[in-house]
């Protein structure tokens, strides 16, 4: 489904301070399975899964998503993309402050054009389910640990994405919570997604729903297991 | 007269214009040299990514251009006062001669940047930049063009003396003045050229409505556009000058644009050029529907486009047909 052949990101090119986050990668990535990116900070993976995600165009190569190579999209349909393909869940889970929870999900409905009683309809169908249903209304900083991150992907599921991209999911939740996470997940897979994960939590990459770990070092594959 | 506003504004603005241009071009060679979409080089996808820049700076530059064809002529008509003998912008182009060659090509830059401006449009809905060799060589056909108008503009200006004795648009267009003049202004030719006038652009408008609602002709419409395109810029000289002035022998193109005669001369061009560049580009764009990319896209906007052009080409039709009923003038008693 997601394929990557000789992929180079790059910052700084050219300048004293360059920095090679992603060297020449190729990879091929299954529909339907759920892959975890693992390795140390600085190795690569958000960089990767920014990516996969056309958050960040590379510097040289190429991805193909489906079929479709989709580094030379034009901007636009890269947007439109976006946001109908991939639901992004970020580390730092990236709610904004001073509206509530549902209105945070919402939000990247919004440019499709949905009317505002159907998106609220469809976000409060995905809060009852993730058991979150009387946070809706909540100012995202008055709710927890997991109850953010649940109002995350709920947030990465609002306009239904085929592969959902998590970055380090569990690195500010305790054992329970993220156990409780990688059910959430294992559900998501369920449904027929693609789940990408990056994580150096053992928890999630020993977890029965991993399908395949690559280990990522310098920006390179150093192995990977099924 | 270096310092006249309109003046300082066109000269600043098609230097910079020619910077934006020759900036481009570097990056269009480069494109048209290099672009290769299935490879992923480090360059192919920096190119990827200036041409947005690059698209997106020529579209203001070509907005530019559209506007400094309507400001030239407002700046040369405004000139006049300043030149003794001239009555209009006619006189004050006449003052060297540098004036009408660079009105010649801003006019056709105007239409040419006007069918850029649409190519450029229909290039950024596809998602594999399926036109964009053909609008940069299309691009790289305009540099020298406006280049050469921003040498010539700035000649005319530079040596705008107002010493000189200049010509009034009554002799500059006047039936003595050339025998091409005189054949185009007999009264036989007249009746001739309003009947071919009344024809082919309402031609334009109903093959335009026709392209419209059959997508079908899309060629006999550009060609329509341009014949009706010609024949106005005949028919504007020869009669429909006469009933604005409602004067039988004055056929100046210029005067029609000032305050006496009610500014008529710039909806009448805008309506005529706008009708011509959207219409022409319908027939231009047309083959590329095949393409699938566009396939979904283009056939829906060449229909826009052909209506947009039937409504201007329409519209132009009335504005001279109502100045003719309204006028005191009675060439045909």
Excluded at chain 1, 9 to 19: A, I, L, Q, V
Excluded at chain 2, 10 to 30: E, K, P, R
Excluded at chain 2, 119 to 126: A, C, I, L, P
Aim: include cysteine; charged fraction near 15%; glycine fraction near 6%.
């Amino acid at each position: 489904m997601i394929k990557l052949k000789d992929v180079r990101k790059t910052f700084n090119s050219g300048k004293p301070n360059e920095f090679v986050a992603v060297e020449k990668l190729s990879l091929s990535l299954d529909a339907e399975k759920t892959t975890v990116l693992m390795g140390p900070s600085g190795s690569g993976k958000t960089t990767l899964l920014s990516l996969i995600g056309c958050m960040a165009r590379p510097t040289s190569g190429r991805i193909w998503l489906s079929g479709k190579e989709i580094t030379s999209l034009p901007e636009r349909f890269l947007t439109e993309l976006r946001r109908t393909t991939f639901g992004f869940v970020f580390q730092h889970l990236n709610l904004i402050k001073g509206i509530t929870a549902l209105e945070n999900t919402m939000l990247p409905s919004y440019p499709l054009g949905e009317k505002h009683a159907a998106l609220k309809k469809r976000g409060m169908e995905l809060f009852t389910r993730f058991g979150i249903a009387s946070k809706a209304n909540e100012k995202t900083e008055s709710l927890s640990g997991g109850e953010a991150q649940r109002v995350a992907i709920v947030r990465a599921l609002m306009n239904n994405p085929s592969v959902i991209i998590a970055d380090e999911p569990t690195a500010h939740l305790d054992t329970r919570l993220s156990g409780e996470l990688l059910e959430i997940f294992s559900r998501l897979k369920d449904e027929g997604r693609t789940l990408l994960i990056s994580s150096h939590d053992p928890m999630v990459c020993q977890s029965v729903l991993v399908d395949r770990v690559i280990n990522i070092r310098d920006g390179k594959i150093e192995e990977e297991r099924s | 007269m270096i310092f006249h506003p309109t003046i300082l504004a066109l000269f600043t603005g098609s230097i910079i214009v020619s910077f934006m241009i020759l900036y481009s071009a570097s990056y269009a060679v480069q494109i048209l040299r290099k672009w290769d979409l299935k490879s992923g080089s480090e360059l192919q996808l920096v190119l990827e990514r200036k041409t947005y820049l690059i698209s997106t700076l020529l579209a203001y530059a070509f907005v530019f251009q559209l506007l400094s064809f309507f400001l030239f002529i407002f700046s040369a008509d405004q000139l006049h006062t300043f030149f003794v003998g001239a009555m209009c912008a006619a006189g004050s182009l006449y003052v060297n001669s540098y004036g009408y060659p660079t009105l010649i090509f801003k006019l056709v830059n105007f239409l040419l940047a006007g069918v850029w401006l649409i190519f450029n449009r229909v290039d950024n809905t596809g998602y594999d930049y399926p036109l964009i060799k053909k609008k940069y060589w299309f691009f790289m056909l305009l540099v020298p063009l406006i280049l050469f108008e921003t040498w010539l503009q700035g000649n005319y200006f530079l040596r705008l003396n107002p010493d000189i004795i200049t010509s009034c648009c009554g002799t500059l267009f006047s039936a003595d003045s050339n025998p091409v003049a005189s054949e185009l202004s007999s009264i036989s030719s007249i009746n001739f050229i309003m009947i071919f006038f009344y024809a082919t652009v309402s031609l334009a408008v109903i093959s335009g409505v026709i392209f419209f609602l059959k997508g079908k002709g899309a060629g006999f419409f550009s060609g329509v556009s341009i014949l009706a395109f010609i024949t106005s810029a005949v028919s504007i000289f020869s009669f429909i000058s006469l009933y604005i002035y409602e004067m039988p022998t004055h056929h100046c193109p210029f005067c029609m644009l000032q305050q006496e005669y009610g500014y008529i001369g710039y909806p009448l061009y805008l309506t005529l050029l706008g009708g011509t560049i959207l219409g022409t580009s319908v027939g231009i764009l047309s083959p590329f529907k095949k393409i699938e990319s566009l396939s979904r896209t283009l056939p829906s906007l060449l229909r826009k486009l052909a209506l947009v052009s039937a409504g201007l080409f329409f519209a132009f039709l009335c504005i001279v047909t109502i100045r003719i009923l309204l006028s005191n003038l009675i060439l045909n008693g």
